[in-house]
């Protein structure tokens, strides 16, 4: 199944990355919000965790593999995003 997201940019798709490690092991904490906070604006942010609520964590990666196939990400910017 595709999905239908493949509209965001990469900075949105590296905001969802965020969200799904952070609550990849069911405890998300302040300072992991709070540090993807940090890194855009609160609209995205709302508009990214109100998408990834209520999936379920294949979803979050078909959709994550469907967006990262968009873009050519540089050795660079894949290790930034690990990071």
């Known amino acids: 199944m595709k999905s239908d997201h493949t509209q965001w940019s990469k900075e949105e798709l590296k905001i969802y990355i965020l969200l799904c490690c952070a609550k990849g092991d069911q405890i998300e904490t ?3 919000i709070d540090l993807i ?3 855009t604006d609160p609209e995205t942010f709302e508009r990214l ?4 609520c209520g999936e379920d ?10 967006v990262i196939g968009k873009y050519p990400f540089s050795p660079y910017e894949i290790s930034e995003i690990k990071k």
């Open 37 to 39: 906070k940090s890194k």
């Open 57 to 66: 964590e294949d979803r979050c990666f078909e959709k994550i593999d469907d």
């Open 30 to 32: 302040k300072e992991e």
């Open 49 to 52: 965790d109100n998408e990834f």
